[in-house]
């Protein structure tokens, strides 16, 4: 089944304590995001990458760091959470960056930081 | 930069009753236009876009979309409304950020509540 994996999905962890957060698709696309979702404000995007190797920041990339050393996987790390990041947390993948091309989303990790 | 309004944050309709969650955008360009449905506990599932063509879209589980270009508005609709519809729906507009790189925006979602 073509899908977009994340773990875990729920998280509660404490300030400062670094984590990464899973993300896998196995529909060989080359394009993958992340994105955070908080009431009232949508989904904003954090960051993404066009192909291995190649990310770049999206519009709230502050505290998070990304990698993209193989083609199906995309982890989030927050290498020092503070309690401003607890949110809804989902990656995505298309097959490129073309304007057209579809984006589809794995199953969201929701992430509380105490 | 482009972006999306949503302008109901809630839209109740009773089972049965045609539905519509509106949709206005502002991009730079062609629009490419997207419509998501997400369900509680669940990620965002793809419901129909816009490229080209045909004004009226048709998707996923009986919903279409009309795309007025004067109006820049790309409303999601259904005929007859589900109590199973009843979600969070995202409307998105794909374009070209300030940096020059493709973004994906989204509105702030509309709740839909079917009311049996």
């Known amino acids: 089944e073509a899908q977009v994996t994340q773990n875990p999905r729920y998280l509660i962890t404490v300030t400062g304590k670094k984590l990464t957060v899973t993300c896998s698709q196995n529909m060989n696309h080359e394009y993958m995001s992340w994105y955070r979702q908080d009431p009232g404000l949508g989904l904003r995007q954090i960051y993404y990458s066009m192909n291995v190797e190649v990310t770049d920041k999206g519009d709230v990339p502050e505290g998070y760091k990304v990698s993209r050393k193989e083609k199906r996987n995309f982890p989030l790390i927050l290498e020092s959470p503070s309690p401003n990041q607890t949110s809804l947390y989902f990656c995505a993948s298309s097959l490129g960056d073309k304007l057209w091309d579809t984006q589809y989303f794995g199953p969201g990790t929701r992430l509380t930081v105490l | 930069a482009q972006s999306v309004a949503q302008p109901e944050d809630q839209v109740n309709v009773a089972e049965g009753n045609p539905l519509t969650v509106k949709c206005t955008y502002s991009?730079?360009?062609?629009?490419?236009l997207f419509w998501y449905v997400q369900y509680p506990n669940r990620g965002l599932q793809f419901l129909l876009k816009?490229?080209?063509?045909?004004?009226l879209v048709k998707g996923s589980y009986g919903f279409e979309a009309e795309f007025n270009k004067s109006q820049t508005s790309f409303h999601l609709k259904k005929p007859s409304a589900l109590v199973s519809d009843s979600a969070l729906y995202f409307c998105a507009v794909s374009g070209y950020s300030g940096a020059g790189s493709y973004q994906l925006t989204f509105g702030k979602g509309t709740k839909l509540s079917v009311i049996p």
């Open positions: 991009v730079s360009g062609n629009p490419y």
């Open positions: 816009y490229i080209t063509g045909d004004n």
